[in-house]
């Protein structure tokens, strides 16, 4: 019986790394395409011993060749925190287009299936709330941002070419702020930077009155979406990511009550660009998918918090 394969963009990252886990225990072939750019070989190391588990290093802005059947293309490359698409803006640009256009290339030419990990930031500072999948979204293309928001809004466009013109398979998945096991510890994100901060001992850095909103899902949660939307039929953007919305002053007062320290929080100017509100809508996902996450952000959390307690 042939074993489906997939290539994973960006496998070695933090997300592509759970779904290399996640679909080498479900019985595929997986090859992980990723320049460690952000990625990190640790995350995919230990399944190196796996016979149906294979890295190629390589940088998905120029030709991609692969060997054999492919049956689905995974983008996940992307630099994806702030801090991140800030040090690698032209990087970041060159992966959204250069390296969609490569992938959508395997993807036409090994009759595969696509999907595109796009983000929560196509919306930019939102004039609708919650966001459904419908919202053009309001983005400052020239702003610092707009590297990563830009790049993301192109490669759903270029997907949307491929799937009319050449009738390829595609999907879109629009990624809300995920967390859990397997972040950078300097990772940028709000989430481990608290974890942190309050692990040694520093002050959580809060932007603004901390009154912006953000909506957090558990990787377990996202990765199950993930896998939902791969054996779906849907071709148009769905948004995955979890409804619940925190201020992101409730969530450094939970990790301070989470790790049982009396760590302060000290705030700072709210940098440029930086969106008031993100909720995801997700009615498409409950209606088509059946799915919705489970994992409550107190529970994510502690699982969080522990695996940055053994990486210190």
């Known amino acids: 019986m042939h074993k489906k394969s997939v290539v994973i963009a960006g496998g070695a990252g933090f997300i592509g790394s759970h779904l290399c886990d996640r679909l080498i225990r479900e019985g595929f072939k997986v090859i992980c395409l990723d320049n460690f750019i952000t990625g990190k070989l640790e995350n995919i190391r230990h399944l190196l011993r796996d016979k149906n588990f294979s890295i190629i290093e390589h940088n998905i ?13 995974l983008h996940f490359a992307s630099p994806a925190s702030p801090e991140d698409y800030l040090k690698f803006p032209i990087q ?25 990990a796009s983000t929560s930031e196509v919306y930019g500072d939102p004039l609708v709330h919650p966001q459904p999948e419908s919202y053009w979204g309001n983005v400052n293309s020239i702003g610092v941002r707009g590297c990563y928001d830009e790049s993301k809004r192109f490669a759903e466009a270029l997907t949307m070419a491929y799937h009319r013109v050449h009738k390829i398979e595609t999907q879109i998945i629009r ?31 809060v932007y603004g009155r901390g009154i912006q909103t953000r909506s957090f899902c558990y990787i377990d949660d996202l990765v199950e979406g993930i896998l939902r939307v ?66 409550k952000l107190e529970k994510g959390l502690l699982e969080t918090i522990e695996w940055f307690r053994k990486q210190k």
């Open 175 to 205: 990624i809300f702020n995920t967390y859990g096991p397997g972040m950078r510890i300097h990772d940028g994100r709000v989430v481990p930077n608290f974890i942190y901060q309050v692990l040694h001992n520093k002050p959580l850095t």
């Open 92 to 116: 970041t640009l060159k992966v959204g287009s250069l390296g969609t256009h490569n992938t959508l290339g395997l993807v036409k030419e090994k009759k595969a299936k696509f999907m595109l």
């Open 230 to 295: 791969m054996r779906s039929s849907i071709n148009e953007p769905i948004n995955l990511g979890n409804p619940n919305e925190f201020t992101i002053l409730q969530l450094a007062k939970l990790v301070v009550k989470l790790t049982d320290t009396k760590s302060k929080i000290v705030f700072k100017p709210l940098p440029q660009d930086d969106p008031r509100q993100r909720q995801p809508d997700i009615t498409l996902a409950k209606k088509i998918l059946k799915w919705q996450p489970k994992i």
């Open 61 to 73: 802005t120029k030709y991609i060749k692969i060997k054999g059947k492919v049956d689905y293309v």
